[in-house]
């Protein structure tokens, strides 16, 4: 009898006893556990015997156990009563997620088949992107405290932005399309789910540490795998879209951060009214601040753009200058009731600011958009219209108070 017939014929009855094992373990995250190990073997024979039905075999058990981590293991409730403690069907995640990384260099090392290994490398990579979610919300479980569910929703965007990152260093080391466009697109959603989801829900009760690790580890993710993925050939039709993307989101980021840090100052103690006076009070003094942050991270963006010679985001930075301006005009000036140290701040980084962009915009000598033009030029008379009017109401205001 030949070597392989008896080769095949083990490896057939080692397959059945796991699969006879592995009936008795109908319930629970053990039968997760179990098909990993079976269809990671049987895909580590077959690649190792050339034979492609186990190969087959052993990729379908694997889904299989893919199927149970996404829904027997993560919504126990579903399916069955008496749902196990989310500590022991993390054992699935644990058993299920190393076996489809596995399988991964497996492919990698056995055999010459791209195209599986790079649908099992997307499944493995979803599939533990949807376990470490899943982590954080057993871990969080907010459904019963706002502020724990705005520390769930951040902490689910910065671990996307940071898992995204790794995909982007991992795709220097190794050169991917796969990968490069992967950490985008996890990127990109990791970006839409903190404005539409996380930012927008509870993020306002969130502690000022919980927002600003997610501010450092989303924003500063997408820049850094854009320079990363900077002067590739393949990216010219996508490269700094989504550094623009998450550069015009950090603008809003800024406003919101002003309400969260002067409400405490428009708390007022027992029995005191709220006037005309003080209502004017607040507003202006939100006004103002949001008008010095919001002129401050302009006078950044333009400060990248110069540098990094790139016109887009040189234009974006104007474009933020422009709202600012027109914030100021609107609603700053035609309410000076902030105190004069905190208009001075803000004129300095909404009016100075946008003419010292304009300064460094025009010294730059590559090619600029036309709309930057345009808008350095509004800038300018705008910087020199406001300044004017500025000037008179203080001089008001002072004659007033004189």
Known sequence: MKWGVVRNGALGAVGAALAGAVALLWHGPALTVAWSVLGLGLLAAGLLARRSWLEWAGLAVLGLAGIRLLVWDSYPELVMRGAPHWFIRLGAFAAGLPALHV?????????????????????????TLWGLTWLIAELFDGRRNGRVAAHEALAITACWALYGLGLALFERRIPLVTARNGARILLGTALSYFLLGALEANARWALPGWRFFTYVSLFGSIWLTEYLCRGDETDREVGGLLSLSATLTGFPVGGFEVVRWTEPLFNLPPGQWITPALLAWQESLKTYWTVAVWGLYALGVMAAGVRMRSSRTRTLAALMYAVTLGYLALSGMTNMAAPGTVRVLAFGAGVLGAGASVWLARRTKDQRLALEASLLKALAVASAGITLAWGALEAVNLLEWL
Not at 105 to 122: C, E
């Open 103 to 127: 399988g991964v260099s497996l492919y990698k090392r056995l055999s010459g088949d791209s195209r599986r290994q790079t649908w099992l490398a997307v499944a493995a990579h979803v599939l």
